[in-house]
């Protein structure tokens, strides 16, 4: 069996030692070089050609973002990022991941060395991920996220009218899912039903996610918190180690966030997140499998499927990893397979020749 082939990119000679110690305990992976910059990293990758490279984002001489741009436009590759758990953290990880970068683990801020070790499984997990992720050549540099209070984008389709508050749509995604959930409510007019989604992430990160993309969308986009009212025109994210559901109270329904125990290994889990639209909102419910790892949610999206639900799921030529929308397609839960691009508009035709008066009632 070949082994996966790993440079490792950081300039503290503790992470690297760390890193690569963790990699090499591996039987299917292998460090096979350890750079304390991107300009000694730039030779490994040209003379060792990794299958994988980890890259820190605060470097000297140039930091990981650049050399991450500069990575992605000339010699794109799968990248894990290991950036430190802060709020400039979780911004500048964001921003990775819209320049291509797989995945990323979130390192501790103290206690480096034991806080490394207990994420070694984590680690190795996304290495094995991104050594078999569809990267893409980025073909220019993504324009910076739009400033809090910024004007909102043109829609790019026709407003849907006065909709009914009876429908939602729920969405979940994890490796890659960042960027795809951004492209499909991007393209949803200010109207459109409510929008909830379990987005594989740790705490610290989906505020600051959040916050990017409802700078980005017509929709107001917001981290879910408990009991708070889910509403149209408003798309809402499980916050980071902590689960999301929705309950009906009275004619509304509510979001409910809490911490139980990790399902299907994940909190949030796009299983819990599913089970309740499954159970509560039934036929009132469109859903959307978007690119990730594993199955989560794979069960429950069939369930939402049974209880009258229209599902979708990402094709793998659009996904970054076609974990969980395969196994959505193999558990018999999807009505569609369809690109990442078509995913909005399909669903916004489908609410309009479907949902009848419902749309336009007061």
Same mark, same amino acid.
């Given at each position: 069996m070949s082994r996966t082939r790993v440079v490792v990119v950081d300039d503290s000679a503790l992470v690297r030692s760390l890193l690569t110690e963790i990699i090499n305990r591996q039987p299917d992976m292998e460090c096979i070089g350890a750079a304390s910059d991107p300009f000694v990293a730039r030779e490994m990758i040209r003379n060792l050609n990794p299958d994988v490279i980890t890259l820190d984002v605060e470097m000297p001489r140039m930091d990981g973002i650049d050399f991450l741009?500069?990575? @992605?436009?000339?010699?794109? @590759? +799968?990248? $894990?990022m290991?950036?430190?758990?802060?709020?400039?953290?979780?911004? $500048?990880?964001?921003?990775?991941?819209?320049?291509?970068? $797989?995945?990323?683990?979130?390192?501790?801020?103290? =206690?480096?060395?034991? =806080?490394?070790?207990?994420?070694?499984?984590?680690?190795?997990?996304k290495v094995r991920i991104a050594a078999k992720a569809q990267v893409r050549k980025l073909a220019a540099a993504p324009a910076a996220p739009a400033a809090p209070g910024a004007a909102k984008p043109a829609a790019p389709v026709a407003s849907l009218g006065r909709l009914s508050t009876e429908k939602i749509l729920f969405i979940g995604a994890s490796t890659g899912g960042t960027e795809a959930t951004k492209e499909v409510l991007r393209q949803l007019p200010p109207d459109f039903p409510a929008v909830v989604i379990t987005q594989h992430m740790p705490p610290g990160f989906t505020k600051s996610y959040s916050a990017r993309l409802d700078g980005l969308c017509r929709i107001r986009v917001k981290e879910a918190t408990d009991g708070e009212r889910v509403l149209p025109g408003h798309a809402y994210i499980a916050p980071g180690g902590q689960h999301l559901s929705v309950e009906r109270s009275g004619a509304n329904y509510i979001a409910r966030v809490q911490v139980g125990e +990790?399902?299907?290994?994940? @909190?949030?889990?796009?299983?819990?997140?599913?089970?309740?639209?499954?159970? $509560?909102? =039934? +036929?009132?419910?469109?859903?959307? @499998?978007?690119?990730?790892m594993g199955a989560d949610g794979a069960k429950a999206m069939r369930e939402m499927r049974d209880a009258g639900a229209y599902c979708v799921a990402q094709d793998e030529a659009s996904c970054v990893v076609f974990g969980m929308p395969r196994e959505a397609i193999a558990a018999g839960a999807t009505h569609e397979v369809l690109p990442l691009v078509d995913i909005a508009p399909h669903l916004i035709e489908r609410l309009r020749t479907t949902a009848g008066p419902s749309l336009n009632r007061v």
């Open positions: 741009s500069k990575l @992605m436009r000339l010699r794109p @590759m +799968p990248v $894990v290991v950036s430190t758990l802060t709020e400039r953290g979780a911004d $500048v990880t964001l921003r990775a991941l819209e320049l291509g970068a $797989v995945d990323f683990v979130a390192k501790p801020k103290v =206690g480096i060395a034991d =806080g490394l070790r207990l994420l070694g499984q984590d680690i190795t997990d +990790p399902v299907n290994r994940h @909190m949030p889990s796009v299983e819990v997140l599913f089970k309740s639209a499954a159970r $509560v909102v =039934g +036929p009132n419910a469109l859903a959307v @499998m978007l690119t990730g």
